[in-house]
């Protein structure tokens, strides 16, 4: 591919942008892309067979640190017919960093190492993540492993007690007000779903109470601290910098403190730490219309940025869609790479990795956006995040029509720990395709309406993605592979294989393969496996089918029914495949059905499907008043053509789960699921 200009390494932003003398910098291509389009001569550049031929930059190999987040306006857009495209020149490693080596490392006591930064000692830099050889290491953190538990409220007598919002009461010897820099020292007090984060204000060890600079109502909120349990553990902690892998960075003296893995020389290691919050923003006007488009970024490597902090912190949002910021405490979130006023444009074959926050947001009013092919990874936060979580009035407003297709999103949620893969808000018409997210500590895919009425959380397609291993270290709970919270329209869910979606320790609690929460509605759930689960599958809140689905092993339940909120009618519940082989588990869970009024609002009809439990023991009904066994279930006029048999799977050890030719499940109409193209295409994709 001919190239209009080149940027490298050893380049002068004096140069003219070729091969041969090219430019030093992104943002010196960016101003060259920008001339030449301005030029009158520019639409005289291309022949009529050139439609289609971008206006390409390409940008040889190393290393490019960038001082401020690169931003593209209006001005920098291409067209349809000659988009604008920034590449890696051929096959070559091109990494833009928004992080800066140190180095000056000398041995300090015992095992630690110090660097002395300045900038940081003067008040002009501070950080939160720090990579070495290309890993994260974690701050210090009190305790190392597992959670401190906090013994009270600070006016337990008094639940309403507003100081309740500011602090708790904490076991005798847990906290020390003599900690270094006790103002940097922070609380992470885990709930549910989700988490607070807080600086401390002071600790009284004569009462044994903590208070903090915010509270539990810092972005709205009003949760209080022994909400769903009373874990906790302190972060950013000089005094509990007593382990491999661990640092500190002391914000007034400018020293930074560090334990080398025993593998690690220091001498020879890379260590980086962030100087951004934000790598790329693609800023468009809304208001005034104008928009960015037409370009693509691709096959370069985007990382090393960083998380903030308000002064006051945080309280728990939901999926963490409201990550604040320390110059927007209240809450607009900015992923690593962000976009806002966006039309027609792509990032396709990046890698993303050691970032703060989400990886890619796309705010407000972007549309026709590509993100393909991706490998997003080391995350603080999220994967990618598709709209907004506020009402939308308008077309424009809207981000809508978004492909995100082909990515591998893994190993997430390392500071805030109910970020999710992908997220959906206010945003319509977007495919979720082919992906695979693992490793991430809550849910895989999640799409949320938080408004009754006049929602744009609809026409949005998941199909043909792979989401496994979530929510393994049970820090947080209630959650799923494909997680749907609030009113929602014409939502489909189809061919995903979703599976090992528990606790390595066998916590109880809230892991779902699919599920289908508060006000879900209108949503066609079909030809998805899942298995390896606490619970398959949670349904019931009105209008949707769920059909031709395999749920394998859900440990405690199958099938979770929530009482309907009667939208749109009950859900159906047809010509699926149930199978698990736990003794104690059920077949079927009803949560809060203590009515048939909340029975047929949850469940219209559920027949011809196939129900087999390994252990020969009665199809059990758990925490449903009204039927106890299977044949007390049939009874009440549910499951008249379903039969209980083996469906023969080709090999359950193995995991194939597709049915040999005998399988009574094709006499009742069962369609069999092809799973031979789900996740990234190639297959081969992300090995190297």
Partial sequence: MQANFYVATDGSDSNPGTIDKPFATLERARDAVRKMKSSSAFQHMFSPQDKGRPVTVMIRAGRYQLSEPLIFGPEDSGTKEHPVLYTAYSDERVVISGGKKIVGWKKAHGKLWKAELADVKSGKWYFRQLFVNGKRVHRAKIPNKGYYELVSLID????????????????????????????????????RWGETRLPIAEVDETEHIVTFHGSTSTCGGSRLFDWC????????????????????????????????????????????????????????????????????????????????????????????VWIPSENNPGGRPTGAICADGALFCSLEDNVIDHVGGFAIELGRGCKDIRIVGNRIFDLAGGGIKIGQPILITNDVDETSRTLVSDNCIYDGCHVYPGAVGIWIGQSSGNVISHNEIYDMK???????????????????????????????????????????????????????????????????GLYRGLYLDERSSGMLVQNNIVYNTLN??????????????????????????????????????????????????????????????????????????????????????????????????????????????????????????????????LKLGFKPIDMSTVGPRPKDRFKK
């Fill in 156 to 191: 337990p007598d008094n639940r309403e007690d507003p100081i309740n919002l500011t602090g708790f009461r904490f076991k005798p010897g847990d906290l020390n007000a003599d900690w270094t820099n006790l103002e940097d020292v922070e609380i992470l007090k885990l709930f």
């Fill in 229 to 320: 349990g009373n874990r906790y553990f302190i972060d950013n902690v000089y005094e509990g910098l007593d382990s491999p892998g661990q640092w500190y960075l002391n914000r007034k003296t400018g020293c930074l403190y560090y334990w080398p893995l025993e593998a690690e020389d220091m001498t020879t290691a890379e260590i980086i730490a962030p100087l951004l919050s934000q790598l790329i923003h693609f800023k468009g006007d809304v208001d005034a219309r104008k928009f960015v488009e037409h370009i693509t970024i691709k096959d370069v490597e985007l990382c090393h940025c960083d998380w903030t902090l308000p002064k006051t912190g945080y309280d728990e949002t939901l999926a963490e």
């Fill in 442 to 508: 809550y849910s895989g895919i999640y799409g949320s309406n938080f408004q009754r009425q006049n929602h744009r959380y609809k026409n949005n397609t998941y199909e043909y993605n792979h989401i496994h291993n979530l929510m393994e270290e049970a820090i947080v709970d209630d959650g799923g592979g494909i997680y749907s919270f609030g009113l929602s329209d014409k939502i489909t869910i189809r061919n995903n294989l979703i599976h090992d979606i528990q606790p390595r320790n066998h916590k109880d």
């Fill in 536 to 665: 398959s599958t949670c349904f019931g809140q009105g209008g949707n089918v769920i059909e031709n689905n395999i749920f394998v092993d859900g440990r405690l339940s199958q099938i979770w029914f929530f009482p309907g909120k009667g939208i749109g009618g009950g859900d159906t519940f047809t010509r699926n495949i149930v199978y698990y082989t736990e003794p104690s588990a059920a077949l079927y869970l009803f949560y809060l059905i203590s009515t048939t009024e909340h029975l047929t609002n949850a469940l219209a009809r559920s027949d011809y499907n196939l129900l087999y439990h390994t252990s020969g023991n009665d199809l059990r009904m758990a925490d449903f008043p009204f039927a106890e066994t299977f044949s007390q279930w049939k009874a009440m006029g549910y499951e008249a053509h379903s039969v209980v048999a083996d469906p023969l799977f080709v090999d359950y050890a193995n995991k194939d789960f597709r049915l040999k030719s005998d399988s009574p499940a």
